[in-house]
């Protein structure tokens, strides 16, 4: 719905060099209409105007993009790359530029509010995710400290600060320009103040230099990912070397604990980590994805002050005691989002895991249950772990061997789910080849009969139709959920994998020789 001043707004912007000509007379008021319907429309000559002109104390994207009361319409999620270029060289010529209109007042500006997703709607159709956004602002700040210096104008900039608040997305790629950024930042008028830090395809030496550099007492999500090499050691150094205070959120790669190789020794460290943990008052979620914690998941959780609302110990190898003590710990009773893939959650530890989700469902948004060895022998359990799970709005269980007739009978039970928006299930194992072996290969995974897909998704949909639930929103992802920051870095990614694999040949190679 907009109304007829969004309206107005529109037919102004539509053409740019009318719009251009008419922003001096502009009332300050009006910029962020013009901005929103500039932005609507990928009228970046406008949008560039917009902000180099910008007479407000605050220029957050997120509000600018959202839902307001002239346009209900929500492009928060809409990363054009046009657009979103246009905007920050708009903020450098801001700064550059003496401002015939109003006075320079700007002191934030919040790039925080960007919602990467799968498909862009705008009309380049090219999207500028969190990597290209990093590395965008970072040359923006040294491109402006160098026109500075070549035009002589640091007395005209003298009085301009304005810090930048953005989600921070570093590696090899983009390292040098981001610490560069990060070193110039007392000189630059543009200050980059990191809220979120995410780090992939780095070596830790690296990563340890840029951390103390993001002002991570002010950090408050730290995701460190895939070709992070951090282990337990590192982790303990990181803790006790780095003050996170502020920190709410915590992402750990693949592989940081790993139990099968503690010695009798290593036991301690794990009990320091636990306590370097609990004295983040504001830790609410916790990803420990890929690590190996079979018996010790205890010592590291029950120190924490503050109970988590997001907890993800996907393939950790947990064991009875581990779910016993997540069953009946604090956390239970708080916890929004869970992800337990990996686990035979219904073979191994049927009682503690129907106990948690029993405890969970007063709160639990997202339950996550990806490779599980669910089957239709496991059906019932599953519809009596869920029912109580009112509020649950997201649900995966992809890779499970389920049949058409149990899909059919849990899309029943999502009918009757009042908050379910989204559903991620698994292709039929009805659907493959009955000498197909769970968990599948990925040449298996897409070996299935089509046609016989179809026909039972036609079938689940129509459950979800005759309840009047088309508000849930069902796929089959066959290689899991989209990833805006894996899509983006992917080519870096193979890159990374490709040469750890060649070390690790030459590795070998050198090994066998010195054998012979």
Request: hydrophobic content about 45%.
């Amino acid at each position: 719905m907009k109304t007829l001043r969004f309206i107005s707004a529109q037919a102004l912007v539509s053409d740019a060099q009318i719009a251009q000509r008419s922003i001096a007379c502009v009332a300050q008021n009006l910029y962020p209409l013009l901005f929103k319907a500039s932005y609507l429309l990928e009228q970046a000559a406008v949008l560039h105007d917009l902000v180099e002109k910008w007479p407000l104390a605050e220029f957050s994207i997120g509000k600018l993009l959202g839902k307001t009361a002239d346009c209900q319409k929500d492009l928060s999620n809409r990363t054009c790359h046009v657009c979103l270029q246009a905007c920050l060289t708009g903020l450098k010529d801001y700064v550059l530029n003496s401002s015939t209109t109003y006075a320079k007042r700007l002191k934030v500006v919040d790039l925080t509010g960007l919602r990467d997703i799968e498909f862009q709607a705008c009309a380049c159709g090219k999207a500028l995710g969190r990597w290209g956004r990093t590395e965008l602002m970072a040359r923006t700040c040294f491109d402006l400290l160098v026109e500075i210096q070549a035009r002589q104008l640091d007395d005209l900039v003298s009085g301009v600060s304005v810090d930048v608040l953005m989600n921070v997305f570093v590696t090899q790629r983009n390292y040098e320009e981001v610490v560069q950024a990060l070193l110039l930042r007392r000189q630059c008028p543009l200050k980059i103040r990191c809220v979120e830090f995410r780090a992939d395809s780095l070596a830790l030496r690296k990563f340890f230099y840029i951390i103390k550099l993001v002002q991570p007492e002010s950090l408050q999500k730290l995701e460190l990912v895939h070709n992070i090499r951090l282990e337990m050691e590192h982790f303990e150094f990181l803790l006790s070397q780095v003050p996170l205070p502020s920190l709410r959120s915590l992402t750990l790669p693949a592989r940081t604990f790993d139990v099968r190789r503690m010695t009798q020794e290593d036991e301690p460290l794990l009990v320091t980590i636990g306590e370097r943990l609990s004295e983040m008052k504001f830790l609410t979620e916790l990803n420990v994805a890929f690590s190996t914690l079979t018996g010790r998941i205890r010592k590291i959780l029950s120190p924490l002050k503050t109970p988590l609302i997001s907890l993800n110990v996907s393939s950790c190898c947990l064991n009875y005691v581990d779910m016993a003590y997540l069953a009946n710990s604090l956390h239970a009773e708080y916890l929004e989002v869970l992800d337990l893939s990996g686990h035979s959650v219904a073979d191994l530890f049927p009682s503690t895991f129907f106990k948690l989700l029993g405890r969970a469902s007063h709160t639990l948004r997202s339950l996550t249950l990806e490779e599980c060895n669910l089957g239709d022998e496991h059906v019932n359990l599953l519809l009596l772990a869920l029912e109580p799970c009112k509020r649950l709005t997201e649900f995966t269980f992809l890779g499970n061997p389920f049949t058409s007739r149990s899909l059919r009978r849990l899309f029943e039970l999502f009918t009757q789910l009042p908050a379910l928006c989204k559903v991620e299930f698994p292709v039929p194992k009805d659907c493959y080849p009955s000498t197909f072996i769970y968990p599948l290969t990925e040449e298996n995974l897409v070996k299935y009969d089509r046609a016989m897909f179809e026909e039972t998704k036609r079938e689940l949909m129509a459950i979800l139709s005759q309840a009047n639930r088309n508000d849930i929103v069902v796929s089959t992802p066959l290689f899991g959920s989209f990833d805006a920051s894996i899509q983006e870095t992917s080519n870096e990614l193979s890159v990374v994998l490709l040469q750890s694999f060649t070390d690790a040949i030459s590795n070998l190679l050198t090994a066998l020789k010195k054998e012979d």
